[in-house]
T-cell receptor
Framework: ETGVTQSPTHLIKTRGQQVTLRCSSQ?????VSWYQQALGQGPQFIFQYYREEENGRGNFPPRFSGLQFPNYSSELNVNALELDDSALYLC?????????????FGPGTRLLVL | TQLLEQSPQFLSIQEGENLTVYCNSSSVFSSLQWYRQEPGEGPVLLVTVVTGGEVKKLKRLTFQFGDARKDSSLHITAAQPGDTGLYLC???????????FGKGTSLLVTP
């Protein structure tokens, strides 16, 4: 069984640039959620994708967008980067319909915006 | 808005001591998950609790879900340096799909 993988592991961008982060879900999972974790904080929900459509969204502006592909992998895109976007971005996969819908996390992508 | 309040925020103890971490909310959760996170890595699932009053044990770790499904606790017996890390609780609301995380408890166990 393959776990959740994310790429790249680290990324440095400048203010105003755009970034794309990638996630491959755990085999057998059909739902992907993205979280932002600022230093010293717990993860904050960005959005979730199920069946290639956004299934729910947290309190993040529209410049945060995403995609889910037929193989259930996903991308997180952030436009017009701001300094406060510097954080660890976490992807989690789960199986919708399971009794517990436990989410399993990838190792994260560390984004630094200068 | 932080739905889950974790306490304590920081904990530094010596090897062999016992400790309890608390996770409290005024909201009812359909399930609650505990994770441990190492610096620069993703959270690793420890346990999921679903039923009010449920108690689960994972070696020296004991997890309890409150009867009303609004709170949870994690108790570690005879802590070891390998237990060092950030412990996060996260709840799934009845009508939700997003995990609502606490801010975490940073645990340091020294030999």
């Amino acid at each position: 069984e393959t776990g959740v993988t994310q790429s790249p592991t680290h990324l440095i961008k400048t203010r105003g640039q755009q970034v794309t982060l990638r996630c491959s879900s755990q085999s057998g999972h059909n739902t992907v959620s993205w979280y932002q974790q600022a230093l010293g904080q717990g993860p904050q929900f960005i959005f979730q994708y199920y069946r290639e459509e956004e299934n729910g969204r947290g309190n993040f502006p529209p410049r945060f967008s995403g995609l889910q592909f037929p193989n259930y992998s996903s991308e997180l895109n952030v436009n017009a980067l701001e300094l406060d976007d510097s954080a660890l971005y976490l992807c989690a996969s789960s199986f919708a319909g399971a009794s517990q819908e436990t989410q399993y996390f990838g190792p994260g992508t560390r984004l630094l915006v200068l | 808005t932080q739905l889950l309040e974790q306490s304590p925020q920081f904990l530094s103890i010596q090897e062999g001591e016992n400790l309890t971490v608390y996770c409290n909310s005024s909201s009812v959760f359909s399930s609650l998950q505990w994770y441990r996170q190492e610096p620069g890595e993703g959270p690793v699932l420890l346990v999921t609790v679903v039923t009010g009053g449920e108690v689960k044990k994972l070696k020296r770790l004991t997890f309890q879900f409150g009867d009303a499904r609004k709170d949870s606790s994690l108790h570690i017996t005879a802590a070891q340096p390998g237990d060092t890390g950030l412990y996060l609780c996260a709840g799934l609301l009845r009508s939700g799909y997003a995990l609502n995380f606490g801010k975490g408890t940073s645990l340091l166990v020294t030999p």
